[in-house]
Structure formats: C-alpha cells, structure tokens
C-alpha cells in the first residue's frame, strides 16, 4: 500500500511537498471577467449551480489590482501561520475569456511575484483560443501553469441540465491543446447531480482515467442561495446524500482513479450564508475526518482497483 503524506491517496498537499519541499497555500484572485455562459456568446444564465459570483465566492476584490489581490490574501493567511509560497489562483468566472493582451498583463503580474510558485486558472474548455494557448505556453516556461477545466460529468443529459454549453468533444480538444503545451491540467467534477446513478458517476472518473489529466477537483453537489439550482430544488427536491453516502462514493472514486492523479479536493465548502443543502458541508474538516476514517476503515487506497 502507497501512502502520499501518510494518506492512502495523492493529495495536493503531498503533491505540493514534493514538488516545492514546502507547504504552499493558495491565494484566490478576480480578474474581473465573465463568462459566455452568461453573457449571450454560448447562453444568458451560465451553469444553473453557479453563483452570481461565478463560483468566485472566496475570491478577491476585482477593484483591486492583482498586486493589491496577493497582498491581501497574504496578509489573511499570515494571521496564522508563517507563509512564504503560495499558488496565485485566478478563481471567479471564465479566467480566459479576455482579450489575450488584458489577460498577458494580469497573469504576468502574479507570476512576477517572487513568493508565487504556480499560476492557477480556471476556465472553460471553449475559451482557449489559439493566442491564449501561446500565451500560456510562453507563461509556463517562466513559472508552472495550471489550467482547470469544469468538465463536471461526461454524461449529455446531465449536462445540458445544468447547461454547460458544450460538447465533451470541446473537452476532450482542450485537453490535448493544453498538455501540447506543456500545460497542467485540472478537472472539475460535481458528484450527485439529479438523475445521476453512482454508476454514471463511476463512468466519469473511468473517462478521466484515460484522459492526460494531472489533477482532479471532485466536488459535491451544492444548493446555493439565488441560482437556478436553488429554484428547481424548491419546486423539486431531489436526492442530496448524506455524509455517509457521499463519503461511501468519494471511496469508490479513490479506488478506482489513476495513483499518478493528484486529487485537489474531495469535498467543497460553499459560502454558508448561501448553501441551502447540504447544510452537513459546511463543517469540511469533519467530514474530512470522518473520510479518511473511512478509508483505513475499508483499506481503501487510490489506484487500488485501477486496471489501466
């Protein structure tokens, strides 16, 4: 049995000690952009889960300047701990969906940082055009770039429910562009969205087996106050686990994912002045501690059902 940091998975934090010889702590940033989900290029309301601030809840102000961001979040994370490394992770909205100059100028700005090791942007498989890809290629030889995708399941009825507004032919292309390029890629996916069976979720993680991903967001469903989502739950509830019944199918996941795919997160914790459901989420460290009980429990350890 392999343990990365005395757990029976590849987390980020083994992963980053490996790399770096140090812990490293992530700052979120805004680079005040949007999304085509929302303004009229692909659809007018974006993924009916995200927030109005598109998924960008803990991130910094886009008033500031990327400079000021870093700072900031350098100070709130010095209250702490002693710190001296950290990922500038461009976090709200679409982080490409920007003329390339604007966006050369704002990533440029956090990777001149000499405190920052990695640059970290999420994004849409859709919204990497050929001069951002050569803009990212230029990046990454300066510092390690790391682009997260929100892929969230493979499966097209699901996605056309949450509206993502594209192809998994779309995800599959930004893929490959991306590790031509020498890239780092992360991909996003939500457990537990309506009408998904555990084996459909199971089929998403075996997709990714396959893909040249190097990391992997897994994340359950969140209910947030003022989305889409929030409206159907009400007039329609459907199935939200609970912890126990997440933690069995995060286990699952671990069995089956590729050891060399370094897991970013296994749960989420949503502004709780929004979360709706799952209220049990809102306390991450015990459910975290609860899930790796539950893997020394089942001698559950990553990649220990993984065939190739």
């Not at 056309?160 to 890239?183: K, N, P, T």
């Not at 969205?193 to 997709?207: K, Q």
């Not at 159907?232 to 286990?251: A, S």
């Not at 997160?265 to 502004?271: A, K, V």
């Amino acid at each position: 049995m392999k343990l990365w940091n005395g757990r029976p998975y590849h987390s980020l934090d083994s992963y980053l000690k490996e790399t770096f010889g140090e812990k490293v702590y992530k700052i979120t940033l805004n680079g005040g952009m949007t999304c085509p989900n929302r303004d009229g290029h692909v659809g007018t309301g974006g993924c009916i889960f995200c927030s109005a601030k598109g998924s960008g809840d803990f991130a910094g102000s886009a008033a500031l300047s990327v400079t000021e961001q870093l700072a900031a979040g350098k100070a709130q994370l010095l209250k702490k701990r002693p710190v001296r490394s950290y990922i500038a992770y461009f976090q709200a909205f679409t982080n490409t969906y920007a003329p390339v100059q604007y966006l050369e100028k704002i990533f440029t700005e956090a990777i001149q940082d000499p405190e920052v090791k990695v640059l970290s942007i999420a994004t849409r498989p859709d919204c990497l055009g050929n001069d951002v890809l050569d803009l990212l290629r230029r990046l990454n030889h300066i510092k390690p770039v790391w682009v997260e995708l929100g892929l969230q399941t493979i499966h097209p009825q699901s996605a056309q429910f949450i509206r993502r507004g594209y192809e998994l032919e779309v995800f599959d292309r930004a893929v490959r562009q991306l590790r031509e390029s020498g890239i780092t890629v992360i991909v996003h996916v939500i457990l537990f969205l309506p009408g998904e069976t555990e084996e459909m979720m199971l089929e998403t993680i075996g997709y990714l087996n396959h893909c040249d991903i190097q990391g992997v967001k897994l994340q359950l469903l969140h209910v947030l106050e003022g989305t889409d989502l929030a409206d159907i739950y009400r007039k329609e509830p459907f199935h939200i686990p609970d912890m126990e019944e997440y933690i069995c199918l995060l286990g699952k996941c671990i069995l089956r994912l590729k050891p060399d795919i370094v897991i970013h997160r296994l749960t989420g914790d949503g502004p709780k002045e929004l979360l709706a459901a799952p209220l049990w989420t809102g306390a991450k460290r015990t459910v975290l501690n609860r899930l790796h009980q539950y893997l020394k429990e089942n001698h559950i350890w990553q990649g220990k059902e993984y065939h190739g």
